[in-house]
């Protein structure tokens, strides 16, 4: 194995991605499944879990994928997702918080129960269901190769956006702000915590604005690189943060948005 690929090897590690059967969380799954690691893939949709992982076994990556039911809404859901992973492992070595939705209202019509309907999948979630699986994160845990937590924000968690997504930009600046509170507190663990910042990339929560590669050019053309971003962008985002090459680095927001979060008078999906 050259430096190169032990640098950033992530093979043999054992993964669990929510919401991982579209969008950035099958993204992360792939790039996982392709450089080695042992992916389970949960949603809502158990039955979409199972046929997304036997794509991503079809495609001959050195790993394997496992697709299963996995509902974060509730504390019911959370308890069960967590004895599913249990039974199928005695130790995680990487927890990806990616699972999320969002709402979006005029402010006049923004409704009250979208608040804790948002907070519950993308805030509520995260920690409880990083507090339950500590144990099998220990377990994977040392000084030389920590386990590691990546929790999915947004670069409308970082910039005072909202595009009628008010829930949603709120939840996200939350995300990111418990993400360095549990990287103190793991640090003794030696588990890392950080968060993706992403910027505008196609999937199905951003359907609406990028489902046409005509759309997606014209949200593209907002970002300072001149594009949105692709499947690449954010697999190797997650190896990095989950190889050798990023056991020093916890408590991070990475922005992945082109430019976005540096870039004055920014806009995403409305004109």
Known sequence: MSYLDKLFSVSGKTALVTGAATGIGRMIATGLVRAGATVMIA????????????????????????????DVSSEAGIAALVAEVKLRTDRLHIL?????????APLEEFPYHAWAKVFDVNVTAVFHLTR?????????????DPARVINLGSVMGTQPLADDAYS??????????LTRTLALEFAARRIT????????????????????????????NHVPLGRIGVADDIAGATLYLCSRAGSYVTGAILPIDGGESVQHGMTLFKE
């Open 168 to 177: 949603y930009t709120a939840s996200k600046a939350a995300v990111h702000h």
């Open 193 to 220: 915590v950080n968060a993706f910042a992403p910027g505008p990339f196609q999937s199905r929560m951003t359907a609406f604005a990028t489902a046409t590669e005509e759309q997606a050019k014209h949200v593209g």
């Open 96 to 104: 990806v918080n990616n699972a999320g939705i969002s709402w979006g």
């Open 132 to 144: 339950e699986l500590l144990p099998l994160l220990d377990a994977a845990a040392s000084d030389e």
């Open 43 to 70: 949603s809502r949709k158990g039955e979409d879990c199972i046929r997304v992982a036997g794509e991503l076994n079809a495609q001959g990556g050195a790993g394997r994928a496992e697709g299963f039911a996995g």
